[in-house]
Protein backbone atom coordinates (compact mmCIF):
# COMPACT_ATOMS: atom_id res chain seq x y z
CA UNK A 1 0.00 0.00 0.00
CA UNK A 2 1.20 3.40 -0.77
CA UNK A 3 2.19 5.32 2.05
CA UNK A 4 1.10 9.12 2.10
CA UNK A 5 4.10 11.85 3.47
CA UNK A 6 2.70 15.19 5.54
CA UNK A 7 5.50 17.47 4.42
CA UNK A 8 8.22 18.42 6.82
CA UNK A 9 9.49 15.02 7.44
CA UNK A 10 12.19 15.15 10.78
CA UNK A 11 14.86 13.88 8.35
CA UNK A 12 14.74 16.81 6.71
CA UNK A 13 13.92 19.21 9.01
CA UNK A 14 18.04 18.91 9.60
CA UNK A 15 18.77 19.60 6.22
CA UNK A 16 16.65 22.26 5.88
CA UNK A 17 17.64 24.29 9.02
CA UNK A 18 14.52 23.69 11.84
CA UNK A 19 14.99 21.35 14.91
CA UNK A 20 11.33 20.04 15.63
CA UNK A 21 10.58 21.13 19.55
CA UNK A 22 8.32 19.03 21.86
CA UNK A 23 4.83 19.47 20.70
CA UNK A 24 2.58 21.95 22.62
CA UNK A 25 -0.77 19.25 22.32
CA UNK A 26 -1.88 16.38 20.73
CA UNK A 27 -4.94 14.46 19.92
CA UNK A 28 -5.75 10.64 19.49
CA UNK A 29 -8.93 11.02 17.54
CA UNK A 30 -8.72 10.55 13.95
CA UNK A 31 -8.57 13.42 11.50
CA UNK A 32 -11.57 14.56 10.43
CA UNK A 33 -13.02 16.82 7.09
CA UNK A 34 -14.90 19.75 7.24
CA UNK A 35 -17.93 20.34 4.05
CA UNK A 36 -15.61 21.24 1.32
CA UNK A 37 -13.15 17.96 2.78
CA UNK A 38 -9.99 19.96 4.16
CA UNK A 39 -8.57 18.21 7.64
CA UNK A 40 -10.62 19.96 10.34
CA UNK A 41 -9.33 21.54 13.18
CA UNK A 42 -7.29 24.49 14.18
CA UNK A 43 -3.59 24.51 14.78
CA UNK A 44 -0.94 26.70 16.22
CA UNK A 45 2.84 27.11 15.68
CA UNK A 46 5.57 28.86 18.05
CA UNK A 47 8.66 29.55 16.51
CA UNK A 48 11.93 29.82 18.58
CA UNK A 49 15.20 31.72 17.09
CA UNK A 50 17.18 29.15 18.93
CA UNK A 51 17.13 25.80 20.64
CA UNK A 52 16.76 26.75 24.04
CA UNK A 53 18.35 23.58 25.31
CA UNK A 54 21.42 23.82 23.50
CA UNK A 55 24.74 23.92 25.38
CA UNK A 56 25.69 27.43 26.61
CA UNK A 57 28.86 27.63 24.94
CA UNK A 58 26.89 26.88 21.43
CA UNK A 59 24.19 29.53 22.09
CA UNK A 60 24.25 32.99 19.92
CA UNK A 61 22.31 33.96 23.30
CA UNK A 62 22.07 38.08 23.95
CA UNK A 63 23.86 38.80 20.82
CA UNK A 64 20.76 36.88 18.57
CA UNK A 65 17.90 38.33 20.84
CA UNK A 66 19.35 41.80 19.77
CA UNK A 67 19.38 40.65 16.39
CA UNK A 68 15.33 41.16 16.82
CA UNK A 69 13.94 37.92 14.91
CA UNK A 70 10.45 37.87 13.40
CA UNK A 71 8.66 35.28 12.10
CA UNK A 72 6.25 35.30 8.77
CA UNK A 73 4.01 32.73 7.62
CA UNK A 74 2.78 31.69 4.28
CA UNK A 75 0.31 28.97 3.75
CA UNK A 76 0.97 27.06 0.22
CA UNK A 77 -1.48 24.62 0.46
CA UNK A 78 -4.59 23.14 2.38
CA UNK A 79 -4.59 19.89 4.16
CA UNK A 80 -7.11 17.60 2.35
CA UNK A 81 -8.35 14.48 4.33
CA UNK A 82 -7.82 11.67 2.14
CA UNK A 83 -10.95 9.54 2.38
CA UNK A 84 -10.63 6.18 3.99
CA UNK A 85 -7.65 6.45 5.64
CA UNK A 86 -6.17 8.33 9.22
CA UNK A 87 -4.19 11.02 6.53
CA UNK A 88 -3.96 13.64 4.35
CA UNK A 89 -2.70 15.54 0.54
CA UNK A 90 -1.94 18.58 -0.73
CA UNK A 91 -4.23 21.11 -2.73
CA UNK A 92 -2.16 24.36 -3.42
CA UNK A 93 -3.63 27.60 -2.64
CA UNK A 94 -3.83 29.72 -6.27
CA UNK A 95 -0.44 31.74 -7.44
CA UNK A 96 1.10 28.75 -6.25
CA UNK A 97 2.36 26.80 -9.54
CA UNK A 98 4.68 24.39 -8.14
CA UNK A 99 4.76 20.60 -8.05
CA UNK A 100 4.56 18.79 -4.92
CA UNK A 101 7.16 16.17 -4.16
CA UNK A 102 6.74 12.92 -4.11
CA UNK A 103 3.51 12.64 -6.86
CA UNK A 104 0.57 13.82 -6.89
CA UNK A 105 -0.95 15.29 -2.98
CA UNK A 106 3.03 14.35 -2.18
CA UNK A 107 3.14 10.87 -2.30
CA UNK A 108 5.94 8.53 -2.00
CA UNK A 109 5.97 4.72 -3.02
CA UNK A 110 8.36 3.38 -0.51
CA UNK A 111 8.89 4.00 2.51
CA UNK A 112 12.95 2.99 1.86
CA UNK A 113 16.06 4.74 3.27
CA UNK A 114 16.89 6.20 0.05
CA UNK A 115 13.37 7.03 -0.76
CA UNK A 116 13.18 9.07 2.10
CA UNK A 117 16.30 10.69 0.93
CA UNK A 118 14.96 11.59 -2.28
CA UNK A 119 12.02 12.83 -0.59
CA UNK A 120 13.84 15.22 1.88
CA UNK A 121 15.89 16.32 -1.15
CA UNK A 122 12.49 17.33 -3.14
CA UNK A 123 10.92 19.28 -0.14
CA UNK A 124 14.50 21.08 0.30
CA UNK A 125 14.21 22.03 -3.05
CA UNK A 126 10.63 22.84 -3.11
CA UNK A 127 11.07 25.39 -0.20
CA UNK A 128 13.11 27.07 -2.60
CA UNK A 129 11.10 27.29 -5.01
CA UNK A 130 7.98 28.66 -3.30
CA UNK A 131 10.86 31.39 -1.63
CA UNK A 132 11.09 32.25 -5.00
CA UNK A 133 7.65 32.94 -5.84
CA UNK A 134 6.99 34.51 -2.07
CA UNK A 135 10.13 36.91 -1.62
CA UNK A 136 10.12 38.31 -5.07
CA UNK A 137 10.93 41.79 -4.39
CA UNK A 138 8.47 43.61 -7.54
CA UNK A 139 5.43 41.12 -6.45
CA UNK A 140 5.55 39.45 -2.67
CA UNK A 141 3.90 37.33 -0.90
CA UNK A 142 0.86 38.04 1.61
CA UNK A 143 1.66 36.23 5.35
CA UNK A 144 -1.20 34.78 7.55
CA UNK A 145 -2.45 36.85 9.64
CA UNK A 146 -0.86 37.05 12.53
CA UNK A 147 3.00 37.16 10.88
CA UNK A 148 5.60 39.38 11.73
CA UNK A 149 5.30 39.03 15.54
CA UNK A 150 8.79 38.23 17.53
CA UNK A 151 9.89 34.50 17.03
CA UNK A 152 8.62 32.79 20.38
CA UNK A 153 5.26 34.74 20.13
CA UNK A 154 2.74 31.45 19.88
CA UNK A 155 0.61 32.12 16.23
CA UNK A 156 -3.12 30.82 16.54
CA UNK A 157 -6.13 29.91 14.31
CA UNK A 158 -3.84 28.00 11.70
CA UNK A 159 -5.71 26.31 9.33
CA UNK A 160 -4.66 22.96 8.56
CA UNK A 161 -2.05 22.82 5.50
CA UNK A 162 1.32 23.30 4.19
CA UNK A 163 3.29 26.71 4.97
CA UNK A 164 6.65 28.20 4.49
CA UNK A 165 8.59 29.76 7.52
CA UNK A 166 10.51 32.73 6.95
CA UNK A 167 12.00 34.78 9.53
CA UNK A 168 13.88 38.34 9.15
CA UNK A 169 14.66 41.15 11.34
CA UNK A 170 11.79 42.93 12.42
CA UNK A 171 13.36 46.36 11.48
CA UNK A 172 13.41 44.82 8.02
CA UNK A 173 10.33 45.69 6.15
CA UNK A 174 10.87 45.50 2.27
CA UNK A 175 12.15 41.95 0.98
CA UNK A 176 15.00 43.64 -0.49
CA UNK A 177 16.52 44.10 2.82
CA UNK A 178 16.13 40.70 4.19
CA UNK A 179 16.52 38.60 0.78
CA UNK A 180 19.56 37.14 0.33
CA UNK A 181 21.69 34.51 -1.67
CA UNK A 182 24.12 31.78 0.17
CA UNK A 183 26.34 29.56 -1.27
CA UNK A 184 26.27 25.83 0.04
CA UNK A 185 28.61 23.29 -0.88
CA UNK A 186 27.54 19.39 -0.65
CA UNK A 187 29.95 17.63 1.12
CA UNK A 188 29.42 14.38 -0.58
CA UNK A 189 29.61 15.89 -4.26
CA UNK A 190 31.81 18.87 -3.49
CA UNK A 191 29.20 21.10 -6.15
CA UNK A 192 28.01 24.10 -4.73
CA UNK A 193 24.35 25.47 -4.94
CA UNK A 194 22.97 28.94 -4.42
CA UNK A 195 20.23 29.09 -1.89
CA UNK A 196 17.60 31.78 -1.04
CA UNK A 197 18.24 33.15 2.47
CA UNK A 198 16.44 35.71 4.34
CA UNK A 199 18.63 37.70 7.26
CA UNK A 200 18.58 39.49 10.86
CA UNK A 201 21.81 41.98 12.07
CA UNK A 202 22.67 42.59 15.39
CA UNK A 203 25.41 45.08 15.89
CA UNK A 204 28.12 42.69 15.30
CA UNK A 205 26.90 39.70 13.14
CA UNK A 206 24.34 38.85 10.13
CA UNK A 207 22.11 35.59 11.16
CA UNK A 208 20.97 33.96 8.09
CA UNK A 209 18.15 31.74 7.84
CA UNK A 210 17.27 29.42 5.44
CA UNK A 211 13.13 29.57 4.32
CA UNK A 212 11.59 26.34 5.69
CA UNK A 213 8.30 24.16 5.22
CA UNK A 214 5.90 23.63 8.08
CA UNK A 215 2.84 20.87 7.84
CA UNK A 216 0.32 21.29 10.11
CA UNK A 217 -0.67 18.86 11.92
CA UNK A 218 1.96 16.73 11.88
CA UNK A 219 3.41 13.54 14.26
CA UNK A 220 5.98 12.42 15.92
CA UNK A 221 8.97 11.26 13.93
CA UNK A 222 9.71 7.73 13.95
CA UNK A 223 13.34 6.36 15.30
CA UNK A 224 14.99 7.16 11.77
CA UNK A 225 13.77 10.74 12.36
CA UNK A 226 11.07 10.44 9.88
CA UNK A 227 7.47 12.04 10.21
CA UNK A 228 5.03 9.93 8.27
CA UNK A 229 1.50 10.01 8.66
CA UNK A 230 1.49 6.26 9.65
CA UNK A 231 3.21 6.66 12.19
CA UNK A 232 1.79 5.91 15.73
CA UNK A 233 0.78 8.57 18.27
CA UNK A 234 -0.80 11.95 18.21
CA UNK A 235 -1.86 14.32 15.93
CA UNK A 236 -0.33 17.33 16.83
CA UNK A 237 -2.28 20.33 16.08
CA UNK A 238 0.10 22.34 17.94
CA UNK A 239 3.23 22.84 17.50
CA UNK A 240 6.83 24.39 18.22
CA UNK A 241 9.72 24.29 16.26
CA UNK A 242 13.69 26.15 16.93
CA UNK A 243 15.35 27.75 14.14
CA UNK A 244 19.09 26.69 13.33
CA UNK A 245 20.59 30.22 12.10
CA UNK A 246 23.98 30.31 10.62
CA UNK A 247 26.10 33.46 12.61
CA UNK A 248 28.02 35.63 10.08
CA UNK A 249 30.04 38.17 10.61
CA UNK A 250 29.63 41.93 9.62
CA UNK A 251 32.17 44.62 9.18
CA UNK A 252 32.83 47.88 8.80
CA UNK A 253 35.71 50.87 7.81
CA UNK A 254 37.91 52.78 9.27
CA UNK A 255 39.35 56.32 7.61
CA UNK A 256 42.02 57.94 9.16
CA UNK A 257 42.00 61.28 7.91
CA UNK A 258 45.36 63.56 8.38
CA UNK A 259 45.33 67.27 7.94
CA UNK A 260 48.82 68.89 7.30
CA UNK A 261 48.66 72.40 7.89
CA UNK A 262 51.96 73.53 6.62
CA UNK A 263 54.47 71.87 4.11
CA UNK A 264 58.28 72.61 4.44
CA UNK A 265 59.93 72.75 0.99
CA UNK A 266 63.42 72.41 2.14
CA UNK A 267 65.16 75.09 0.72
CA UNK A 268 63.25 74.87 -2.06
CA UNK A 269 63.61 71.28 -2.64
CA UNK A 270 60.39 69.27 -2.52
CA UNK A 271 60.75 66.20 -0.40
CA UNK A 272 57.39 63.99 0.34
CA UNK A 273 56.24 63.89 3.82
CA UNK A 274 54.84 60.57 4.80
CA UNK A 275 53.27 59.85 8.36
CA UNK A 276 53.18 56.57 9.71
CA UNK A 277 50.30 54.86 11.27
CA UNK A 278 49.68 51.72 13.63
CA UNK A 279 46.30 50.45 13.73
CA UNK A 280 44.93 47.82 16.12
CA UNK A 281 41.52 46.30 16.71
CA UNK A 282 40.15 44.37 19.36
CA UNK A 283 36.99 42.27 20.05
CA UNK A 284 37.22 42.12 23.76
CA UNK A 285 40.36 40.40 24.76
CA UNK A 286 40.70 39.32 21.01
CA UNK A 287 43.29 41.47 17.98
CA UNK A 288 41.23 41.35 15.03
CA UNK A 289 43.16 43.65 13.48
CA UNK A 290 46.71 45.09 13.21
CA UNK A 291 48.39 46.91 10.49
CA UNK A 292 50.42 49.76 9.40
CA UNK A 293 49.50 52.82 7.02
CA UNK A 294 50.93 55.61 5.45
CA UNK A 295 49.85 59.00 4.06
CA UNK A 296 52.08 60.79 1.75
CA UNK A 297 52.11 64.68 1.43
CA UNK A 298 53.67 66.79 -1.65
CA UNK A 299 51.64 69.71 -0.44
CA UNK A 300 49.39 71.25 2.23
CA UNK A 301 46.18 70.08 2.91
CA UNK A 302 43.94 66.89 3.20
CA UNK A 303 44.55 63.48 2.42
CA UNK A 304 42.64 60.00 4.30
CA UNK A 305 42.81 56.38 4.03
CA UNK A 306 40.27 53.79 4.29
CA UNK A 307 41.05 50.20 5.73
CA UNK A 308 37.75 48.30 4.86
CA UNK A 309 36.27 44.73 5.93
CA UNK A 310 37.34 45.23 9.69
CA UNK A 311 34.93 43.00 12.43
CA UNK A 312 31.94 45.57 13.60
CA UNK A 313 32.08 45.97 17.31
CA UNK A 314 36.18 46.20 17.11
CA UNK A 315 37.60 49.03 19.40
CA UNK A 316 40.39 50.59 17.56
CA UNK A 317 43.10 52.63 18.69
CA UNK A 318 45.44 54.20 15.87
CA UNK A 319 48.86 55.67 16.79
CA UNK A 320 50.99 57.99 15.14
CA UNK A 321 54.25 56.16 15.08
CA UNK A 322 56.00 58.56 12.84
CA UNK A 323 55.08 62.14 12.21
CA UNK A 324 57.08 63.10 8.81
CA UNK A 325 60.93 64.39 9.59
CA UNK A 326 59.97 67.77 10.22
CA UNK A 327 56.40 67.35 11.63
CA UNK A 328 54.74 67.47 14.73
CA UNK A 329 51.33 66.48 16.08
CA UNK A 330 49.33 69.54 17.04
CA UNK A 331 47.15 67.39 19.36
CA UNK A 332 49.56 64.53 20.43
CA UNK A 333 48.01 60.84 21.75
CA UNK A 334 46.36 57.63 20.11
CA UNK A 335 43.25 57.93 18.33
CA UNK A 336 39.87 55.33 18.97
CA UNK A 337 36.98 54.16 17.52
CA UNK A 338 34.47 51.65 17.19
CA UNK A 339 33.57 50.02 14.07
CA UNK A 340 29.99 50.00 13.01
CA UNK A 341 28.57 47.11 10.31
CA UNK A 342 28.32 48.77 7.16
CA UNK A 343 29.55 52.16 7.48
CA UNK A 344 32.61 53.88 7.85
CA UNK A 345 34.20 55.88 10.76
CA UNK A 346 36.75 58.54 11.16
CA UNK A 347 39.89 59.10 13.15
CA UNK A 348 41.61 62.56 12.63
CA UNK A 349 45.35 64.16 13.32
CA UNK A 350 46.59 67.31 12.27
CA UNK A 351 50.60 67.76 11.81
CA UNK A 352 52.45 71.18 11.38
CA UNK A 353 56.00 71.91 11.08
CA UNK A 354 58.69 71.64 13.43
CA UNK A 355 61.18 74.39 12.31
CA UNK A 356 63.63 71.00 11.64
CA UNK A 357 64.60 70.87 7.63
CA UNK A 358 65.14 66.91 7.89
CA UNK A 359 64.55 64.78 4.99
CA UNK A 360 62.26 61.90 4.50
CA UNK A 361 59.67 59.94 2.65
CA UNK A 362 57.93 56.31 2.90
CA UNK A 363 56.12 53.66 0.71
CA UNK A 364 52.44 53.05 1.60
CA UNK A 365 51.41 49.56 1.53
CA UNK A 366 47.67 48.14 1.14
CA UNK A 367 46.61 45.19 1.49
CA UNK A 368 42.35 44.90 -0.06
CA UNK A 369 40.66 41.80 -0.01
CA UNK A 370 39.10 39.74 -3.18
CA UNK A 371 35.47 38.48 -1.86
CA UNK A 372 35.63 36.39 -4.95
CA UNK A 373 39.26 35.03 -4.98
CA UNK A 374 38.96 34.82 -1.00
CA UNK A 375 42.48 35.88 -0.80
CA UNK A 376 44.28 39.58 0.49
CA UNK A 377 46.20 41.43 -2.01
CA UNK A 378 49.21 43.55 -2.00
CA UNK A 379 49.44 47.10 -3.25
CA UNK A 380 51.74 49.93 -2.74
CA UNK A 381 52.07 53.20 -4.02
CA UNK A 382 54.70 54.03 -5.51
CA UNK A 383 54.64 50.31 -7.04
CA UNK A 384 57.37 48.12 -5.83
CA UNK A 385 59.14 44.89 -8.23
CA UNK A 386 58.62 42.48 -5.62
CA UNK A 387 56.68 38.95 -6.10
CA UNK A 388 53.39 39.31 -5.00
CA UNK A 389 52.53 43.44 -5.17
CA UNK A 390 50.18 43.97 -7.48
CA UNK A 391 51.21 48.29 -8.17
CA UNK A 392 49.13 50.93 -7.30
CA UNK A 393 46.28 50.74 -4.98
CA UNK A 394 42.56 50.65 -6.51
CA UNK A 395 40.68 53.36 -6.24
CA UNK A 396 37.63 53.45 -3.81
CA UNK A 397 34.67 54.24 -5.66
CA UNK A 398 31.65 55.29 -3.18
CA UNK A 399 28.45 54.36 -3.94
CA UNK A 400 25.80 57.21 -4.08
CA UNK A 401 23.03 56.45 -1.31
CA UNK A 402 19.64 54.56 -3.23
CA UNK A 403 22.06 53.05 -6.28
CA UNK A 404 22.95 50.10 -4.35
Known amino acids: MKRRWISL ?9 LCIADPVAGTAAPLEADTKGFVAGSCSLTV ?5 NKEEADRFGEDLAQAGVVVDL ?32 GEEDEGTAEGTGRLAAGWEAF ?24 AGTRMEGLDAGLYLLVARGADMTKVSDYKMEVKQKD ?22 FLPQLIALPTKQADADGVVNTANPGDWIFDMAVNLKPEQLPRYGSLEIVKTLSEYETMGGIEEAATFVFEITGRLGDEVV ?33 YSG ?18 SVVSVSFENEYDGRRTNGHGIKNRFVYDEEAGRWNWYSSPAQD ?18 E
Do not use: C, W
Not at 48 to 52: A, F, G, R
Not at 395 to 403: K, Q
Open 386 to 403: AAGNQGEPPVRVETPAGN
Open 289 to 321: YSNVESITFTAAGQESVVIDRIPAGAEMTVTEV
Open 74 to 105: YQIARAVKTPGYDTYHFELMPGYDLEIPGGPG
Open 187 to 208: EVTGEETVRIATTANSGQYTYA
Open 48 to 52: YPEDP
Open 127 to 150: AQQAAAVILNADAPGTPVQGSGAP
Open 9 to 17: LAAAALVLG
Open 325 to 342: SSYRLTVPGDRTATIAAD
